[in-house]
């Protein structure tokens, strides 16, 4: 029905409209019923206060009843119906659970024609979807092993509707997930990876990555089932939605524990994440980002691995590249958690210019709060470990107070131990810079200039002090020349 005819003639005789239809679902002409409940459920379908019609107009009862009666064509547009009331809200889809049609989709899902069984799968999902409660009455009517059976079908789009239903039971929960494993779901769609149909392998890939976010014992159970390496050849997809539900599947299972980071980088797959975010942009570069972060968060090791891969690269042009202030964000939280271990991790950091860009998104009022917190830990979290002075001298004119204090931190750590160092940090103006900073008595920074000046002879301080110059003139100014 042409939604511009419904918007016309729906609101003012709902009610009407709707007993109409009812009645027409009972008529003797099984095209006429069939006719009906295709009309209902593009009407459902369409907004939520139709839907809720439906429901009100005691619809539904009549529906499920006749779903287990009848013929195939009413059988699709009766699931069709459910599908269409259910997909709004959580409480439409209780109304649906109440009437109990869960029961009479679950038998539709053993129907012969493959046709009924993506309908009912369909109405399933979208019930499924809301929450864990609502899922958990879909597990209980026994719907998971008939999905996991679907999902070895030989038509596609059931394949993809099936894979897609187990997706939405596991996400809400550690033991809903376990519900889909259990039936043996992990191995049938561990297969299907390398299937040519992308809409099926992002559905497989998603099914894969709910249940492996929850915790060690699925994520564990998902990699038993050797999706490495196969996976990571979905990284290389054509399409977008393969290559980013493939990041997110290594994500999920890269973020339990360095066991499994550790197993992750063995296969490869931080090369090819990494590959894969320099071959696409915006949030499909997203979980990719994170995986990265995660691995780098659990070891020194495993930060090295991300460093060794060219990761640091790639994530420093994501930091200056990507508009969307939530990519740079979590660029920047990756880039923090890869320099937090060593002066080695943070000069591998430091060394692809990250630091000042990672200072003006702090310093921006443009930027979200999100980014600036982010931001701000991950400059800390790297010049904590940083000793490469030359990634750290640019700070001492630019960083705020708070910034400022790691910065001259740093210096103070680096230059009792390095000549060179010392040396240069004068002809470049750092030493200079640091007598012009004003510190609160007894101040950790005050301690870190203290620190600092103690490593050069006390005229050369003085020189470098602020009104050292004026006060040279003073002298000029009050010496009496001894006259010959």
Known sequence: MHSLTM??????????????????????????????????????????????????????????????????????????????????SPQLA??????GALDTLV?????????????????????????????????????????????????????????????????????????????????????????????????????LSQVSKHSVDLAEMVVEAEIFPVVLTCLKDKDEYVKKNASTLIREIAKHTPELSQLVVNAGGVAAVIDCIGSCKGNTRLPGIMMLGYVAAHSENLAMAVIISKGV?????????????????????????????????????????????????????????????????????????????????????????????????QFSKVLPHDSKARRLFVTSGGLKKVQEIKAEPGSLLQEYINSINSCYPEEIVRYYSPGYSDTLLQRVDSYQPLNN
């Not at 009407?16 to 459902?44: C, E, H, Y």
């Not at 059988?75 to 997909?87: E, I, S, T």
């Open 7 to 88: 918007d016309l003639w729906i609101p003012n005789g709902q009610a009407g409209v709707m007993s109409l239809l009812r009645t027409l679902l009972l008529d003797v002409v099984p095209t006429i019923q069939q006719t009906a409940a295709l009309a209902l459920g593009r009407l459902a379908n369409y907004n939520d206060d139709l839907a809720e019609a439906v429901v009100k107009c005691d619809i539904l009862p009549q529906l499920v009843y006749s779903l287990a009666e009848q013929n195939r064509f009413y059988k699709k547009a009766a699931a069709f119906v459910l599908r269409a009331v259910g997909k709004h």
């Open 313 to 409: 690269p790639q994530l420093s042009v994501c930091l200056s590249e990507e508009p969307e202030d939530h990519i740079k964000a979590a660029a920047a939280w990756a880039l923090g958690q890869i320099g937090r271990h060593t002066p080695e991790h943070a000069r591998a950091v430091a060394v692809t210019n990250t630091l000042p860009v990672l200072l003006s998104l702090y310093m921006s009022t443009e930027s979200s709060e999100d980014l600036q917190v982010k931001s701000k830990k991950a400059i800390k979290n790297i010049l904590q470990k940083c000793t490469y002075l030359p990634a750290l001298e640019p700070f001492l004119y630019d960083a705020p107070p708070n910034i400022l204090k790691h910065v001259v931190g």
């Open 107 to 207: 038998i539709c899902l053993e129907d012969f024609d493959p046709g009924v069984k993506e309908a009912a799968a369909w109405a399933l999902r979208y019930i499924a979807r809301h929450n864990a409660e609502l899922s958990q009455a879909v597990v209980d009517a026994g719907a998971v092993p008939l999905l996991v059976l679907c999902i070895q079908e030989p038509e596609i789009a059931l394949k993809r509707i099936a894979a897609s239903a187990l997706s939405d039971i596991a996400k809400h929960s550690p033991e809903l997930a376990q519900t889909v494993v259990d039936a043996g779901a992990v191995a049938h769609l561990a297969q299907m990876i390398l299937n040519p149909d992308a809409k099926l392998k992002h559905q497989i890939l998603s099914a």
């Open 94 to 99: 209780q109304a649906i659970v109440d009437c």
